[in-house]
């Protein structure tokens, strides 16, 4: 019903920048609450950053200052800008929407992942 698909992920070295990009397509009315979530080996996934439709952000301590997080309502697409990349932001990054559908029950949705990896 509904896909987040992303792209941006890649190779970077430590104190550079990559902007991430997600779009979201389907049955979709709108959407509430998007985000940014790492999943890193033998852990839980967790959202990092996370967009309100009014702009209203949050950010975990670990990105706070270096990762701005954004969104188009229009385009139903979320961007994390990432600066000052560090070795230990590695992580496959997910997209994350809480989407209302357009029979209007709401469901979230994670996109497949893209892999960022910060090399020292």
């Known amino acids: 019903q509904v896909q987040l698909v992303e792209s941006g992920g890649g190779l970077v070295q430590a104190g550079g920048s990559l902007r991430l990009s997600c779009a979201a397509s389907g049955s979709i009315f709108s959407i509430n609450t998007m985000g940014w979530g790492t999943q890193a080996p033998g852990k839980q996934r967790e959202l990092v950053a996370t967009i309100t439709p009014g702009g209203s952000t949050n950010y975990a301590d670990s990105v706070k200052g270096r990762f701005t997080i954004s969104r188009d309502n229009a385009k139903n697409t979320v961007y994390l800008q990432m600066n000052s990349l560090k070795p230990e932001d590695t992580a496959v990054y997910y997209c994350?929407?809480?989407?209302?559908?357009?029979?209007?029950?709401?469901?979230?949705?994670w996109g497949q992942g893209t892999q960022v990896t910060v090399s020292s």
């Open positions: 994350y929407g809480q989407v209302v559908l357009t029979s209007r029950a709401t469901s979230a949705y």
